[in-house]
């Protein structure tokens, strides 16, 4: 199962280009990178998912090296609103995997 | 379209009751997924159901059970509540399996107390 890992906490000013990076030495062949938003007391929101090189959504960009261990998730021109949890996921689900949530990274951002 | 709908919202029991919980998916989402999250930590696995059968299963004792219906609906039932129970339960729903990129998509969860 690919574990992974990010930072804990991050501070960010309000305008400002937020990337969270994430790692997972062990991901499968098989295996997506899927970053997830969660605000307190509600349930993760999808924010972006992709296999390798870069993802761009009307959100987020996802920027995925060639070796895949790591993956970084870009957040351009944040806002106070964008102060949350942010978790990055590594797993196929065809596989029928568990899926395994790290503890995020908690995002603060600052006006 | 409608996402994933939990029900209750919030529930509040005393130890050694026993609990149910139930997760409607997105319509034409077979692939249904049980998570706990305490607070302060990421959400943990408990199940997996897809076509009414379990495909997966987290580290959580046999007083978690659940089950999906034909309309791929899910259950999920807590026995002999303990006090570390409480949680937010949470339920994620995804499309069929054979897609290379399955999503999944989460409820807004339900908020158990047990006192």
């Known amino acids: 199962l690919a574990k992974t890992t990010q930072p804990i906490s991050m501070d960010s000013y309000e305008g400002q280009e937020v990337n969270i990076t994430c790692s997972h030495n062990?991901?499968?062949?098989?295996?997506?990178i899927t970053w997830y938003q969660q605000f307190p007391s509600q349930g993760p929101r999808f924010i972006i998912q992709g296999y390798k090189t870069k993802v761009t959504n009307e959100v987020a960009s996802l920027f995925i090296p060639a070796d895949r261990k790591s993956s970084t998730l870009s957040l351009p021109r944040v806002s106070l609103s964008d102060t949350a949890v942010y978790y990055c996921?590594?797993?196929?689900?065809?596989?029928?995997?568990?899926?395994?949530f790290g503890k995020g990274t908690r995002l603060h951002i600052l006006p | 379209d409608a996402g994933v709908t939990q029900s209750p919202t919030h529930l509040i029991k005393t130890r050694g009751q026993h609990v149910t919980l139930r997760c409607s998916p997105i319509?034409?989402?077979?692939?249904v997924s049980w998570y706990q999250q305490v607070l302060g930590q990421g959400p943990q696995f408990i199940f997996q159901?897809?076509?009414?059968?379990?495909?997966g299963r987290g580290n959580f004792p046999d007083r978690f059970s659940a089950r999906q219906f034909p309309n791929y609906s899910s259950e999920l039932n807590v026995n002999a509540l303990l006090l570390g129970d409480s949680a937010l339960y949470l339920c994620a729903s995804s499309s069929s399996a054979g897609a290379n990129r399955e999503t999944q998509y989460f409820g807004p969860g339900t908020r158990l107390l047990v006192l």
């Open positions: 062990n991901i499968a062949t098989n295996d997506y």
């Open positions: 159901y897809y076509e009414k059968e379990e495909r």
């Open positions: 319509s034409g989402h077979k692939r």
């Open positions: 996921l590594v797993g196929d689900l065809n596989r029928d995997d568990k899926i395994i």
